[in-house]
């Protein structure tokens, strides 16, 4: 059976025990959704964890009975005065805002309608396996000033084993959350109250997390090409009325005064890079120009929507834009691609998912030019021999684009990289180059992030590893465990030998038993502790025990060193 049209149905269900349960409970929406379904709800008392088994147990009553899904159509007239007379507000203003003359609706049971286009199942009956799972708050409409409805969440599939399944890996989810492992390894505070929400603080070890990151991105851009640039974090909002911004983004931008100017705390790299471009004459000789910077941006976005390090309103992207000739346009992107590839294997992520997005509604540019950049991006995809969904309608407003989504442990998959084909931006801003007959020809622009947000891709690390990072993204990664005086003399050198080698190593000297202090370095998930010994001292040996298997037995000093040094070069 067709999981969306079940969901569907199990929602309309949930809403149909929730009217039982507390009648002068309003109703807003209830859809599917990717791994489930939810229903928003109007009722003065918040929904308890016992109020879910209250409704899942209804539920399974009006299950039991078998209604069937009977389907209606009225004009728009008598639905408004319908669900008026049932004092449904919120299903009075969406069929007021439905563009239609008729409107359908179901009924269920005695007397419980929903607002809806269907299709259901036949019958309650049909739904068997659910879950109702959370409760989360939820604008009307998703706008703040509106008022505050409860969320109930919940899934359902075709068997047993699908939903047992389903929900053995939402506690697995749970465990590996990065807005708890990740405060709890040092690495970041995702609030302060002073400072307001969706701001990041990185700690030391998170921050050397980031370092560890942004310096193995320098290095691999050099080496494919591409130059070093970095730009201010505001600039004046003419710049953004050029670029498009302002008309087609500004609900996501921040603004400002200076100098009686209007200034724009920037959202986007690309206006910067562009300025870069523009700033002397370029030749074709000089083409490819591929400009890259790990630059800061901002985004107004709303309370509701933030969530860790996945939404946040201050994020870095490894952003980068090539200029290039149309003759060099698709072996730009095809490198691009492979470049992505080539980092997400580096990083762990074996599996992705690739979507072409097109032509938005809202949009800048010509039809013939957006045609030749989506023939750019979906030819490279199948030079490449890569399968791909088409996301209609879902394309930046100047230009297609590529998504790469990765999948982590769980299967689940994170927005990351993207390759973006413009023709728009080069002639708003009047990009040139001069051809070898000495005339000025328009470049053609590729916008692209490998990592894409930093914040979000570490959030993504955090949970595919667990928090158990590879050995060469580990902020700390040999601990040592000194043992009475002798072993702390020796440790001190241990110590060094290890820097000296740029192995990131502490040394913990607190006044624990030993057991306290590799269960520590458990905790702490770092990947190698060495117990230092007398025993150790005189042999110039190392005790060695790895995170995961334990005890590994008593090793060569030089030898471990040399071992380490191999598994960080080959990003173990």
Known sequence: MDLSTLRHSCSHVMAEAVKILWPETKLAIGPSIEDGFYYDFDKNEPFSNEDLLKIEQQMQKIIAKDEP?????????????????????????????????????????????????????KSTGEIKFFKLLSVAGAYWHGIETNPMLQRIYGTCFNTQKELDEYLKNLEEVKLR??????PGLGFFDIYHEEAGAGLVFYHPKGALLRTIIEDYEKKEHLKRGYQMV????????????????????????????????????KPMNCPGHILIYKS????????????????????????????????????????????CLAEQLPQEIKAIIDFVFDTMKVFGFDSVGIELSTRPEKSIGSDEDWQRATDALESALKEKGLKYDVNAGDGAFYGPKIDIKLKDALKRTWQCATIQCDFALPKRFALTYVDAEGKEKQPIMLHRVLLGSLERFIGALIEHYKGELPLWLSPTQVLLIPIKEQGALYAQKVKEELERNQIRVDIDIRNDTLDKKIRNAELN????????????AKQAQVSVRKKGRGDLGAVALDKFIEELINQIQQYK
Request: include cysteine.
């Open 525 to 536: 998930k770092i990947p190698y502790c060495l117990i230092l010994g007398d025993r150790e």
């Open 230 to 265: 970095i730009t201010p974090h505001i600039m004046e909002a003419g710049l953004w009325k050029t670029s498009g911004h302002l008309d087609y983004y500004k609900e996501n931008m921040y603004t400002l005064k200076v100098d009686e100017k209007e200034f724009v705390l």
């Open 69 to 121: 899904f009977l389907r209606q159509e009225l004009d728009r007239a008598e639905a408004v005065d319908l669900f008026k007379k049932i004092n449904e507000d919120y299903k009075v203003e969406l069929i007021k805002d439905l563009p239609n003359e008729t409107v359908s609706i179901y009924k269920t049971g005695k007397d419980f309608l929903d607002l809806c286009r269907g299709p259901h199942v």
């Open 280 to 323: 002397k004459t370029r030749s074709y000789k000089d083409l490819p120009i591929r400009l890259f910077e790990l630059g800061t941006v901002y985004r107004r976005e709303k309370a509701g929507v933030l969530h860790g390090l996945l939404r946040v309103r201050g994020f870095t992207q490894d952003d980068a834009h090539v200029f």
């Open 177 to 182: 959350d990065h807005r708890k492992l990740g």
